[in-house]
């Protein structure tokens, strides 16, 4: 079952955006993969104690973007395909690289100076 005890919500988000992005962010680094069931709706507005409304709308847009399936009662599941992974990858790749650039430019650094750091902080990790 997905673990969402490291989750972190934060008050500048919605809430099911959050949960969304989190298990996006599971997938991508194959703690949680397909197959895997996800905890019932009540289940984890409980755990994080928000409104099941919350987590049902979060559930609903996995289901959308076909990340999750659910059937009747049974509860939801995780089925992601190589297709749906790359389409996380890429989704979240892209995103951290967008704010970074934005956080970049609100401090006036060029790109220049952006690539040389990169570069010399690539080599040290």
Not at 59 to 87: M, V, W
Request: with cysteine; net charge negative.
């Amino acid at each position: 079952m997905v673990n969402f005890q490291s989750i972190k919500l934060n008050n500048k988000d919605p809430v099911y955006a959050q949960i969304v992005f989190f298990v996006k962010q599971q997938i991508l680094t194959k703690n949680a993969v397909s197959g895997e069931e996800m905890p019932s709706r009540r289940e984890l507005a409980a755990q994080l104690n928000i409104n099941p409304n919350t987590v049902q709308k979060a559930y609903k847009l996995l289901e959308k973007e076909d990340i999750i399936e659910t059937h009747g009662n049974q509860g939801s599941i995780i089925c992601i395909d190589e297709a749906g992974f790359s389409r996380i990858e890429d989704e979240l790749t892209r995103g951290m690289v967008r704010e970074f650039i934005s956080s970049a430019k609100a401090i006036n650094l060029s790109f220049k100076r952006v690539f040389d750091l990169i570069s010399e902080m690539w080599e040290e990790n």
